[in-house]
């Protein structure tokens, strides 16, 4: 029996199943008791909960002014005391899980993995603290140093000042000029607690959340929801974008790197944003194109790269942790521009079917598949989740021309900026 | 052969306000078994196949032999593309893992692509190509990883200590071998070894998420892919280390020294289980807080660089605690959990220990989160002590510590460590 003939047969026997599934379970939507918006995506078979709460809200506040308010406004609530005597932290922590604050420039995420019996009793005491902040001195300060500890952190991080350089000089204005963790410990400590006050009362009202749930959860324990005021929320914030872009550009920093960007589609053109999904992960994947041209000329550098659906417009973005010379980068840009013509047809296929099943494999634990059904809320577009079944539906409608089209149209103007440690530059600015 | 099948619903006593159940059946099929936990909520197949091809399958002499073979079954050509592309082309991934007595080999698909993904791996599997340039990719794949490998500190420094507590020689040796070893070996070696351990008696499959997607009948056809027959263990002896101190140094090109130490630790199916799992969070917890910056709400690379690793499915099982001396103060870190330790073996424990059996608890969960992990502790479990509700007796064996347990263990394993530190360079 040939190799054919037994992929023959095992193709038929997978047509004699139903097997169209998405790796988001079966969802339900709603409006919470006082405003905003809940996806529940219930198994009851997971062996952990996964509760998101997503806000529209500036990383530098409604002014644009203060860099880092929304990270320091979400930590300080996530460590107020609560009419129960401990804190969000405390609760999360005590109860064996984890709690996770994320800014960007556009929204604040605070994601909470828990064990399924703590899941009811944290859900309460998050929409608590964030739909009815009682933020204070002492909760300003841990708040305060908690942010503090990422400001002086992302200084070693490459590929985090590389993705803040080139978002300053992708966009104009704020928010998505600044970036979400600022770049000095006196951005932070100049933030008073009205600011913070007035910040987390304006973004983290319950009409501007998008509260996520995935895993051993259950829509019944949407009755512990009981705090927040009932506002409409706010839009999508979109980014003004700068009219040149200068080509590339040199920082230095205590690190290494080199990051690269191209301003994409709004996530309204869903099948563009899939096709630059699909692009990235045939460069930039593990064993993507670019990323095994890259590991072969250099096997110290770390390439990342992804499409960030924002809600208008997006960023493909590219990050070469550790590069010190041209190289990776030339790599980089050389396998981009490959993209403008089409693939052929089974390299297509091939491709495609490997890109669907990276997405399946990215969202199949709680924690992941509420962060996708999160993001994609607050961005505007709740049923374009990857790993739902519209995604898969608009990703399996690609093709070559298609995505050699949108390549052409949306990445064949890069931004790039190389990061140089500081003690081997001779010119450029300081981050 | 006739067929021995149990159905067995696991129900998760804990947790009776949210979770349902964990569904898992065993079939037996002589020597072989097949675990199935379908799960309607995936989207994917997973499957794991574990053969009896480990380390303790290689002569001392053999060393990184056993990794060869399985990198050579995904490097097997399948028309003109290796299995890893095939499979990845297909809408799927393989990987595998070397262990002391096994090899696991670990494949998983969207469920629409499984069957065909499976009937690739099959047919490598079945009738690998041992030519010289497949044998030659997969050495040169082995040492990439292997590269990857001795640059991580953590990895090494475990390594090192595996040599030096494992049950044998072959078994504790450097699961992929190493590039001076692997160069030795031709590829009749490596056809050789794969004849002679690739055989399934005592294999087990462990299948989980979309199991409908291939059907009992595809996994039937998946463990009947190997010749009957069974092995043995290569025995060999394991050198006592001489020296007062138990203390292994290693260099590698890495920027931080770390230290790494190996206590023993009570297998899973021990009554000390669920105690060394709360203890472990314990540690875990203690190691994070001192290095931990006072005050902040979420965790930061400092408390990344300490842990407590609990490895329960190793023979022997042990505790390995590590820290990056890289940030903060490895010495006062360690040395402050040190103490705790010693402490906790020898004075009366006052007060709740339910924060840390809730962390040892949150830990699992997240730990069984991903269905490679799933078919891995299902399979596990079914070897070790015949059923696969590794949720719930995990669970259960946490629930029931008691302080005087959490003492017990504490005082019976925690007072003879194995030190490993792994060292900057000079050149670096």
Known sequence: ?431 | MKFVRSVLVFALALCPAICSAQNASVTRDGSVTIVSQPDPNASLTGVEITIDAGLDRQQLSQNGLAALAAQTILETPIDNERLLDAVSSSGGSINFRIESHEVRFYVEALSADAPTVLTLFSHALSAPDFSAATVHAAREALYAKIAAQQGEPLDVGIQMLDLAVADGANSGSPPLGNPASLIQYSPSDVAAFYRAYYRRGNELISAVGRVDAVGERGLLALANTLPAGSTRAIETRVIPLRAQGQQLVARRAISSPWLVVDYAAPPFNSNDYGPMLVLSAFLQRTLGDIAEVPGTITPTLASQAVGAEYEFDTAPAKLTLYVDGGIGDAGQSFGAALSVVKLLGTTKIQGSIDQFKRIAEGDFGERASTLQEQAWLAGLFVQRTGSPAYLSATLRAIDATTPADLQRVAHRYLGNPTIALVLPRTSN
């Open chain 1, 1 to 431: 029996v040939t190799v054919r003939a037994l992929l023959a047969m095992a193709s038929c026997i997978a047509l004699a199943f139903p097997l169209c599934a998405s790796a988001l379970p079966e969802q339900q939507s709603g409006t919470l008791p006082h405003g905003g918006t809940f996806i529940v995506a219930s198994d009851l078979t997971a062996p952990t909960a996964a509760i998101d709460l997503w806000f529209r809200a500036p990383d530098a506040g409604y002014e644009g002014t203060m860099p880092g308010i929304a990270r320091v406004a979400a930590a300080s609530a996530a460590a107020t005391k609560l009419e129960i005597g401990s804190s969000l932290a405390q609760m999360v922590t005590a109860a064996g899980g984890q709690l996770t604050i994320s800014v960007y420039p556009d929204l604040v995420s605070v994601g909470i993995v828990v064990p399924p019996q703590a899941a009811r009793r944290i859900l309460a005491a998050a929409t608590s603290a964030y739909f009815a902040p009682a933020i204070d001195a002492a909760a300003l300060t841990d708040g305060e140093k908690d942010t503090m500890v990422q400001v002086l952190q992302q200084q070693y991080e490459a590929d985090v000042l590389a993705q803040n350089a080139l978002f300053e000089k992708l966009f104009v204005s704020a928010p998505g000029d600044q970036p979400p963790v600022p770049m000095t410990p006196t951005d932070v400590s100049r933030i008073t607690l009205t600011d913070v006050q007035a910040f987390a009362t304006r973004a983290f009202r319950s009409g501007n959340a998008f509260l996520t749930m995935a895993g051993a959860v259950d829509s019944a324990m949407l009755d512990a929801v009981t705090d927040g005021t009932a506002q409409s929320p706010d839009r999508p914030i979109d980014e003004t974008t700068a009219s040149s872009i200068p080509e590339t550009s040199t920082e230095q920093a205590d690190v290494a790197g080199a990051g690269i960007a191209w301003i994409g589609p709004p996530v309204s053109d869903e099948r563009a944003a899939t096709a630059l999904d699909f692009i990235a992960d045939y460069l930039f994947g593990d064993d993507g194109t670019a990323a095994r041209a890259v590991q072969q000329q250099d096997p110290h550098v770390f390439l990342r790269g992804q499409f960030i659906t924002l809600h208008d417009p997006g960023v493909m973005l590219v990050m070469l942790d550790g590069a010190t010379s041209d190289g990776p980068q030339e790599s980089v840009l050389a396998a981009v521009r490959a993209m403008q013509q089409p693939l052929a047809q089974p390299a297509f296929d091939a491709a495609r079917e490997a890109f669907l099943y990276h997405i399946n494999q990215q969202t199949q634990t709680p924690g992941e598949q509420a962060d996708m059904l999160g993001w994609y809320a607050a961005e505007g577009a709740p049923n374009y989740a990857p790993g739902g079944s519209d995604y898969d539906r608009i990703a399996r409608s690609l093709d070559p021309d298609y995505v050699a089209a949108v390549a052409r149209r949306y990445l064949s103007r890069p931004a790039v900026v190389r990061i140089v440690e500081a003690a081997q530059s001779q010119t450029g600015s300081s981050i």
